[in-house]
T-cell receptor, first 113, second 120 residues
Framework: DAGITQSPRHKVTETGTPVTLRCHQT?????MYWYRQDPGHGLRLIHY???????DKGEVSDGYSVSRSKTEDFLLTLESATSSQTSVYFC????????????FGSGTRLTVV | AQKITQTQPGMFVQEKEAVTLDCTYD???????LFWYKQPSSGEMIFLIY??????QNATEGRYSLNFQKARKSANLVISASQLGDSAMYFC?????????????????FGQGTILTVHP
């Protein structure tokens, strides 16, 4: 069983609409992250969380908000989607310890038309 | 600020040959970790190998090894005996301290990636 799941896997939405992506983990990890992947940019950090209700901005946070009301769930919201937010979004979890890096979700392909 | 640079957008290798994927990094942290991930065409991210900044020996995991040159700030991935299934995007990433006090929230900074194509 996957320790981390993202939903939805694919979504097409219209410009100006709000969108929420969900990340759910069963590993009880403290740290959770949202990244976006774009050609030529690798993965860039949007927001991260280091505990329930403890979140902070990453490198490309404009236009995004997050919430973490439970250890297992980390939600990413696009308040008013724009075409520049068309991307593949990855959630990741971490123990932030030694050689343990990230366990990634399967990704969400979001298209804003 | 931490920075990872992968200067090879694409690499080609013949099956069964070895290939080196380059990664250089920039950080002022004395303690950091370096990671390599593989992303096949299916899109999943797969952890390959880890090197700690204080590790004396280069990391190895099966056919993967990390050529760690600390003074040069490079952490190149070496894949020996390439297989067709190695064709994928490869990302180098670094974890370091997130504030002057050395606190880490485990954030990884990624390079731009290198697309490896293995020819039969």
């Amino acid at each position: 069983d996957a320790g981390i799941t993202q939903s939805p896997r694919h979504k097409v939405t219209e410009t100006g609409t709000p969108v929420t992506l969900r990340c759910h983990q069963t590993e009880n990890h403290r740290y959770m992250y949202w990244y976006r992947q774009d050609p030529g940019h690798g993965l860039r950090l949007i927001h991260y969380s280091y505990g329930v209700k403890d979140t902070d901005k990453g490198e490309v946070s404009d236009g995004y908000s997050v919430s973490r009301s439970k250890t297992e769930d980390f939600l990413l919201t696009l308040e008013s989607a724009t075409s520049s937010q068309t991307s593949v979004y990855f959630c990741a979890i971490s123990r932030n310890q030694g050689s343990y890096g990230y366990t990634f979700g399967s990704g969400t392909r979001l298209t804003v038309v | 600020a931490q920075k990872i640079t992968q200067t090879q957008p694409g690499m080609f290798v013949q099956e069964k040959e070895a290939v080196t994927l380059d990664c250089t990094y920039d950080t002022s942290d004395p303690s950091y970790g370096l990671f390599w991930y593989k992303q096949p065409s299916s899109g999943e991210m797969i952890f390959l190998i880890y090197q700690g900044s204080y590790d004396q020996q280069n990391a190895t995991e099966g056919r993967y090894s990390l050529n760690f040159q600390k003074a040069r700030k490079s952490a190149n991935l070496v894949i020996s005996a390439s297989q067709l299934g190695d064709s994928a995007m490869y990302f180098c990433a670094m974890r370091g301290a997130d504030d002057a006090g050395g606190t880490s929230y485990g954030k990884l900074t990624f390079g731009q990636g290198t697309i490896l194509t293995v020819h039969p």
